[in-house]
């Protein structure tokens, strides 16, 4: 591969002003200022290809899955709570009443942030990171960067939290919300450089819960989802 630098030095030698008739530009003194003008003018060609191809290469292993933000839901802003850098994913459902797709989950996402904030809680805000309504729609909570919270004994520091909005237990994925969840796994391996082995369901960590749901987990206890995670990382040409 040519570099910009050996590029240059060819094109240098190929307009060499010593091998031209000085005075087929004029004086001769002018043809130095116009191979240094055409130098500038190439780097400048070069240097832009170069960019654009760096930018289009950052393009394509961006998000994949559009996360709305909290505003979309009405979130309030959470409060203050301990630091960490997401070095594994954890998924689970929200556990409670079924949610359909025609159904409000906006309005069920707001109650959950109120609860968990409120005195029965006392939670710094929705205690997971991002999560996934019955229709696909991806939603924005609490701040990645921010330690989740749990009702089980397990320590999340470290995990980013992702959740399905309803009961997995009494309801089922479909096709089009498997591969919301595969690409947002993928999406979200890249952001924080986490291998697809790190992968993981909330019972994998805790002995009281069956979260997130006998549906969500029989495909990640086949290793499906871990695998087409892997699949979608190594398309996207990253080391995993």
């Known amino acids: 591969m040519v570099t910009r630098c050996g590029f240059i030095k060819r094109l240098n030698k190929l307009f060499d002003y010593k091998s031209f008739n000085p005075y087929i530009y004029g004086e001769p003194n002018h043809f130095p200022m116009f191979k240094s003008r055409l130098t500038l003018f190439l780097v400048a060609i070069v240097f832009s ?11 394509a292993s961006g998000d994949t899955v559009k996360i709305m933000p909290k505003s979309e839901w009405k979130g309030v802003e959470g409060r203050p709570y301990k630091q960490h850098v997401p070095i594994k994913i954890t998924v689970h459902h929200e556990g409670g009443k079924v949610l359909t797709k025609t159904d409000d989950a906006k309005h069920r996402l707001k109650n959950i942030q109120t609860w968990g ?49 309803g009961n997995y237990s009494q309801q ?12 947002l796994l993928a999406d979200q391996c890249i952001k924080y450089n986490i291998s697809a082995k790190e992968i993981s369901t909330h019972r994998d960590h805790s002995k009281q819960t069956t979260c997130p749901g006998e549906d969500i987990y029989s495909y990640f206890k086949s290793g499906y989802i871990v695998k087409e995670v892997s699949k979608k990382l190594k398309r996207r040409n990253f080391d995993n």
């Open 49 to 59: 290809a170069n960019l654009a191809g760096a930018q289009s290469k950052k393009s």
């Open 117 to 165: 904030m409120g005195p029965d809680r006392k939670w710094s805000d929705v205690p997971y990171h991002l999560l996934i309504a019955p229709d696909g729609t991806v939603y924005e909570g609490r701040n990645p960067l921010t330690v989740g919270e749990t009702n089980t004994e397990y320590d999340p520091t470290g995990h980013l939290l992702i959740c399905f909005l």
């Open 172 to 183: 089922k994925l479909d096709k089009k919300l498997i591969k919301v969840l595969v690409n």
